[in-house]
């Protein structure tokens, strides 16, 4: 079974706990071949919060379950490196990635309603988790659920342990997905747009829960969502993706106050704020390249206003522009 630690006070270091190197995703079906993921790179620092930024079907998704091996082995296809804690994970048997998944790494999904079973008590799931990851007897296993529980501030949680999925609401199944998440002490936190169903003020308070529960257990995070606002509140740092690839990375405030990648400038103004009542929204024109035949040269390059000849001459390089900020851009030249 994997080492693992007691939560306690944040913490951060400059050693990755995360690297991800050229990972590239395929499914195949037919004679369609599907690239998902197209050499994502990604370096997480222990602590550290990263956002994956960027429109549906941009990868984000497929990159965490290609991270935590739960894609179709008979439909899809993973490459490259992924190391966690110093292990590759893409070489794991299946024994250890049952160790790994709900032990060192977790996962927190968009639907809680589909990925809570319905026949089971909510706290009888935990309890299954905590006796397997952590080795301990069911007694002490439901005591470990029920602080779970108290760790997301659910309301009564003695009497939320014996209810069904059905009985409670959107934002407090959220909070029973986070709680059992984090039941077992795991040093990574996969977290999938999961306020997407919530409304507006339950997002907020789940989003402000993750940040409190990952500053408390020092988890490092990857925080997957379409919304900037969203990536601005709970990231240290933001990874934009487009057509399966990192077309921009850096520090939040960096990236999301001076974006230089053109798909990224053209996601913030695309972001309705209170200031642009009665405004047209500058919308990104076009839409997203069919994955299965992907545009020669820069994915973005038909939708870009400032695309030239050398966008489509061959794939675009990444170029760092400052010691922490990386653009995929034929437009950025090494300094």
């Known amino acids: 079974m994997l080492n693992r630690q007691t939560p306690g006070a944040t913490h951060t270091s400059d050693e990755p706990f995360v690297t991800i190197d050229n990972l590239q995703v395929t499914f195949h079906g037919g004679r369609q071949v599907v690239r998902a993921v197209n050499g994502v790179d990604l370096v997480l620092k222990t602590g550290e919060v990263t956002g994956l930024l960027g429109e549906s079907g941009s990868g984000k998704s497929v990159t ?37 998944r709900g032990g060192l790494a977790s996962m927190i999904f968009q639907e809680p309603g589909l990925s809570l079973d319905p026949v089971y008590k909510v706290g009888d799931q935990i309890v299954e988790s905590v006796v397997r990851h952590m080795g301990i007897d069911k007694k002490a296993a439901r005591l470990r659920a029920l602080e779970a529980l108290e760790w997301v501030h659910i309301p009564s949680p003695e009497t939320r342990l014996d209810a069904y999925p059905h009985e409670m609401s959107g934002g407090m199944l959220q909070r029973v997905m986070i709680a059992l998440a ?33 500053r408390k257990f020092g988890m490092t995070t990857i925080f997957v969502t379409h919304d900037v606002g969203v990536a601005a509140e709970i990231s240290d740092r933001v990874a934009v993706m487009y057509a399966g690839q990192v077309v921009e990375q850096g520090p939040v405030g960096e990236v999301l106050g001076d974006p230089k990648h053109p798909y990224t400038q053209g996601l913030l103004r695309s972001t309705i704020h209170g200031s642009m009542r009665g405004k047209r929204i500058d919308a990104i024109a076009g839409s997203p390249p069919d ?5 020669k040269g820069c994915a973005f390059s038909p939708r870009c206003k400032y695309a030239e000849p050398a966008c489509t001459a061959g794939a675009p390089p990444n170029v760092a522009i400052s010691a922490d900020h990386d653009v995929r851009c034929v437009r950025f030249e090494a300094p």
């Open 64 to 100: 965490l379950r290609a991270l935590m091996r739960i894609l179709p082995p008979a439909r899809s296809t993973i490459t490259g490196s992924i190391r966690v804690g110093g292990r590759e994970v893409l070489d794991m048997s299946d024994r250890d990635l049952a160790d790994f």
């Open 291 to 295: 994955l299965a035949n992907l545009p």
């Open 182 to 214: 984090l039941s077992c002490s795991p040093k990574l936190l996969l977290a999938d747009e999961p306020t997407t169903a919530l409304d507006a003020t339950v997002q907020i308070q789940v989003l402000l829960l993750l940040r409190e529960m990952q």
